[in-house]
């Protein structure tokens, strides 16, 4: 383990704790599970809908639940990524709206001044031709 810092080997100790912890715990729980359907022997269960008549049938419904559980989160995961995505597009489509405005606002403004310049220049050359006409006949 030469070259990694002191930061480094305490993370990956942590992290081999943490997974021998994990399998620790899964060990001990299949151990209380085992030692619970040995011990019931062959009384009825009383709580059917939570307890189940052997550890086969205990872990398919286990199997079951996390199956359901894994199947309802990629749903949510799904449902969540697909609402944020049409969110996103939504505020693009309001951002393509207003700089399609924009874009038409200064369109016009750029119109406006254009003819108010021609506007102006025809003024001017009205007045420019009138006063050389007046120069002429006086």
């Keep these: ?46 709580r059917p809908q939570l307890l189940q008549e052997s550890l086969d049938l205990c872990a398919e419904a286990v199997t079951q639940k996390l199956v359901s559980y894994s199947m309802q989160a990629e749903r949510y995961l799904k449902d969540s990524v697909n609402g944020q995505l049409i969110f996103i597009l939504q505020i693009l489509t309001v951002l393509y709206c207003i700089y399609q405005c924009f874009s038409l606002f200064l369109f016009c403004v750029y119109c406006t001044l254009l003819v108010s310049v021609c506007l102006f220049l025809s003024v001017r050359l009205f007045f420019f031709t009138l006063f050389l006409y007046m120069d002429h006949v006086v």
């Design 1 to 46: 383990m030469a070259g990694l810092s002191n930061a480094k080997l305490t993370f990956l100790c942590m992290a081999e704790v943490w997974r021998l912890t994990g399998l620790a715990e899964q060990i001990c729980l299949c151990v209380c599970v085992k030692t619970f359907y040995k011990l019931k022997g062959n009384r009825p269960v009383t």
